[in-house]
């Protein structure tokens, strides 16, 4: 299939992770089909991680609230149903005045078929095993077949049946080169004028069963700096500072916070920096290694052969003494698969990845 001018539609609006994971297959289609023209359905949050890259050629944001969040207020249904509504409203104008040919749905559920249908006409291509109904809506189906487990490579077999595989030049993510000055200037600011030994620390995500104990993350910064030498950088967004303060108020020493001072693409401008990702399972932990940096996550209630950092040199510290590992609950009365995790174990994982 020559997709040389085409105009392909992404549908891959969230979540942070999911977005990055989706990255290679982007720039493997305009690296095989270069005057194609790629536009993508994003969540407003997460636009900024496509911003800078020379793969994508529009961004389509969206903002439909999440009701899978645990964090989900009350009502939240009703308020994503609206949402939809007026998306879909939205897209359907938008598109009928530039529609597009190729529509690739990987997000694989039933809004993200309505998003797809709401371009007139176009081939329409999305997972065999897609749930809610998805199936219906595509033209084309595409099933990655059992050895291919993990997200990226999942998402990538709709490269390979467009006939353009991915390759290592396409495992890449563009924060912009003023991402990156904003950087180097924050951390100037902070007083560090050498930017090595640098540990982009990541405490939060979004489900409660993924977080470690705040008394392990102070015990954990503490060695870095005392005895690695290492400068480590609490990273996050606004709504991360109350529980990265209880762990900062825990230390003996001063780390540095970039929570809720830098925006997404300066923080992955800022992971790319950093020697080593140490933190749980979350967005950051994805683009810290789709940047190149060594990432070290612990893992508790999903499986990191679906969802770990994806490459090679990372490391993965999860606990195999448990039967209930991978459970996938967002809340759960006993977090022993992470509070058995000791700050000791971490801290030799980092240490040899420091330089």
């Given at each position: 299939m020559d997709l040389n001018r085409k105009r392909i539609l992404i549908v891959k609006p969230s979540s942070l992770g999911d977005v990055v994971h989706t990255l290679p297959l982007a720039h493997a289609i305009k690296r095989c089909f270069p005057s194609c023209f790629i536009g993508w359905v994003v969540q407003k949050a997460f636009a900024p991680i496509l911003e800078n890259d020379p793969a994508i050629d529009e961004i389509v944001p969206i903002f439909i609230p999440s009701t899978s969040d645990p964090q989900a207020p009350r009502g939240a249904f009703i308020r994503a149903t609206r949402?939809?509504?007026?998306?879909?409203?939205?897209?359907?104008?938008?598109f009928r005045v530039a529609p597009y040919d190729l529509i690739l749905d990987l997000h694989a559920s039933f809004r993200s078929a309505l998003i797809g249908l709401a371009n007139p006409g176009g081939l329409r291509i999305g997972f065999a095993a897609a749930k809610e109904l998805n199936t219906w809506f595509q033209d084309r189906h595409i099933a990655p077949g059992k050895d291919k487990i993990y997200a990226v490579d999942e998402n990538l077999a709709f490269g390979d049946e467009l006939g353009c595989p991915a390759v290592a030049e396409d495992f890449r993510i563009h924060p912009g080169q003023a991402a990156r000055d904003r950087v180097l200037r924050f951390l100037k600011?902070?007083?560090?004028?050498?930017?090595?030994?640098?540990?982009?620390?990541?405490?939060?995500?979004?489900?409660?069963t993924k977080f470690w104990t705040v008394e392990a993350w102070?015990?954990?910064?503490?060695?870095?700096?005392?005895?690695?030498?290492?400068?480590?950088?609490?990273?996050g967004s606004p709504a991360?500072?109350?529980?990265?303060?209880?762990?900062?108020?825990?230390?003996?020493r001063a780390p540095v916070v970039s929570a809720g001072e830098l925006n997404l693409a300066e923080a992955v401008a800022l992971a790319e920096r950093c020697d080593v990702y140490v933190g749980v399972d979350s967005g950051p932990m994805h683009f810290a290694a789709l940047a190149g940096t060594k990432v070290v996550a612990l893992f508790g209630p999903t499986d990191p052969a679906r969802v770990g950092p994806y490459g090679e040199g990372h490391t993965v510290i999860r606990r195999t003494d448990l039967d209930c590992l991978g459970c996938r609950k967002r809340a759960c009365g006993n977090r022993k698969?992470?509070?058995?995790?000791?700050?000791?174990?971490?801290?030799?994982?980092?240490?040899p990845l420091l330089g």
């Open positions: 949402e939809t509504i007026r998306v879909m409203r939205s897209l359907r104008k938008r600011d902070k007083g560090i004028d050498d930017p090595s030994r640098l540990v982009y620390a990541n405490p939060a995500a979004r489900w409660e102070a015990e954990l910064a503490d060695l870095l700096i005392e005895q690695a030498g290492a400068t480590v950088i609490f990273c991360d500072v109350p529980h990265i303060q209880q762990i900062t108020g825990r230390m003996r698969c992470l509070e058995g995790i000791t700050a000791r174990t971490v801290f030799e994982a980092v240490t």
